[in-house]
């Protein structure tokens, strides 16, 4: 997959000037502290944002811990823009870097991180894509890294399967739909995470988000 051919914001409608009006829509001051939860930043830790679009979830992990090493990593210029200028604005110093989530080894070395996170980023890929990301947080963690996902899991209602069109409709259902079928621990799984747990699940008006936490095998 080249930096050419990634999923941009927002899928298919890329109005990547959009994506943070419309994800303050899924309820994301909670599922995003929730996240910041399970990360728990610690001084001196270096905390990597697989996919870190606009940098919301980067800066609130360098507000909650100043002394960490938070990097973020998109491969969209656009939403890297817009996370520099988000970061000035409100004081925080994220790290920032052009670069795929399945090739993270390349940009901060094997074993360099003591987190890895995600949010809203393993919906919007291809089934081999999934596995080439989670392949690549893996090698990047230390041993007994921590990995953290907020993504639109398993759609367990009927209610929240007819929410998450709005998703498929911007993203495709084909890369989607495995999400909405609950793939994502067995993926965790297959990459040689140990640990694996849907530690939160957040109803929003586009499905639900679940959080996801497990630990480097």
């Not at 907020?150 to 989607?176: C, E, H, I, K």
């Not at 109803?203 to 497990?214: D, E, K, N, P, Q």
Request: aromatic share 4%.
């Amino acid at each position: 997959m080249s930096e050419q051919t990634f999923t941009p914001a927002l899928g298919r409608l890329k109005f990547t000037r959009l994506y943070d009006p419309v994800v303050a829509l899924t309820r994301e001051r909670l599922w995003r502290s929730l996240v910041a939860m399970h990360v728990a930043p610690r001084p001196d830790e270096t905390i990597v944002d697989v996919g870190c679009g606009t940098g919301s979830q980067a800066m609130l992990l360098h507000r909650l811990e100043p002394r960490a090493r938070i990097v973020g990593v998109d491969p969209d210029p656009e939403t890297l823009a817009q996370a520099r200028r988000k970061s000035r604005a409100s004081g925080t110093a994220p790290e920032w870097r052009l670069g795929m989530g399945d090739a993270l080894t390349g940009l901060l070395g094997p074993g360099s991180a003591d987190t890895a996170v995600s949010s809203l980023v393993l919906h919007q890929c291809p089934l081999a894509m999934k596995r080439a990301i989670l392949a690549s947080m893996h090698a990047v963690l230390r041993p007994g890294g921590k990995l953290v996902i907020a993504d639109y899991g398993w759609q367990r209602t009927a209610s929240m399967r007819l929410a998450f069109r709005v998703v498929q409709l911007a993203d495709g259902v084909r890369d989607t739909q495995p999400n909405a079928d609950g793939v994502l621990p067995a993926l965790m799984t297959d990459a040689g995470f140990a640990d694996v747990r849907e530690a939160e699940v957040v109803r929003t008006v586009t499905g639900s988000i679940s959080v996801y936490v497990a630990a480097r095998g």
